[in-house]
């Protein structure tokens, strides 16, 4: 059973270009989490999806990110014009049920705004 | 809202030490708490998790003890070896679904 898997899993834009990154969730899981971790710092709650439907963004940027995750196909998390501060790992995660769950996360992708 | 305060590191120890790392939470209510260990250039693992007050989570030698009265779940191993060394987060979940981490803590074990 193939884990959470994450691509790419390295990324490197310039200041304004579009960063998207793709999260294929676990066989079975229909919950999706995404996560982002600065430099030195813990993972901080962005969004949680289920299969075409955004249940929570609380913590997502309300400029230039958003996130989906349709019927067919992996959850994306897209960020347009990107800035030197948006440089980190973000991480997805995901569960069957959700419901407090435990929550199995894929290996990351590393963004890097030059 | 709530809120995970780990020990700060990062902490070095020798092989076969004793290991503690603090962490206190804070939360509205009872939430399931968690310890994850992250490798160099890996994702979050699940180490260890406790649902309720007074559980216990254990795996791989690790132990960590939900204590409702002073809103802690400190993580404890009694012989550290070389391959536990990585980064610790100790997280709580709380009826929304969502994880909040504490910060880290790195944790490096000399020979």
């Known amino acids: 059973n193939a884990g959470v898997m994450q691509n790419p899993r390295h990324l490197v834009r310039r200041r304004g270009q579009e960063a998207r990154l793709r999260c294929s969730p676990m066989k079975g899981h229909s919950h999706v989490y995404w996560y982002r971790q600065l430099p030195e710092e813990g993972l901080k709650f962005m969004v949680y999806l289920q299969k075409e439907n955004i249940i929570d963004e609380s913590g997502m940027p309300k400029e230039r990110f958003s996130a989906e995750f349709p019927k067919e196909g992996p959850s994306i998390l897209r960020i347009q014009q990107v800035v030197r501060g948006d440089s980190a790992a973000y991480f997805c995660?995901?569960?069957?049920?959700?419901?407090?769950?435990?929550?199995?996360f894929g290996p990351g992708t590393r963004l890097t705004v030059t | 809202g709530d809120s995970v305060t780990q020990m700060e590191g990062p902490v070095t120890l020798s092989e076969e030490a004793f290991l503690t790392i603090n962490c206190t939470y804070t939360?509205?209510?009872?939430?399931?708490l968690f310890w994850y260990v992250q490798y160099p250039g890996e994702g979050l693992q699940l180490l260890l998790k406790a649902t309720k007050a007074d559980d216990k989570g254990s795996n791989k030698g690790f132990e960590a003890t939900y204590r409702k009265e002073t809103t802690s779940f400190h993580l404890e191993k009694g012989s550290v070896q070389v391959s536990d060394s990585a980064v610790y987060f100790c997280?709580?979940?709380?009826?929304?679904?969502?994880?909040?981490f504490g910060t880290g803590t790195r944790l490096t074990i000399i020979p």
């Open positions: 995660a995901s569960s069957p049920s959700g419901g407090g769950e435990e929550q199995y």
């Open positions: 939360a509205t209510g009872y939430p399931s």
């Open positions: 997280a709580l979940n709380f009826g929304n679904e969502k994880l909040t």
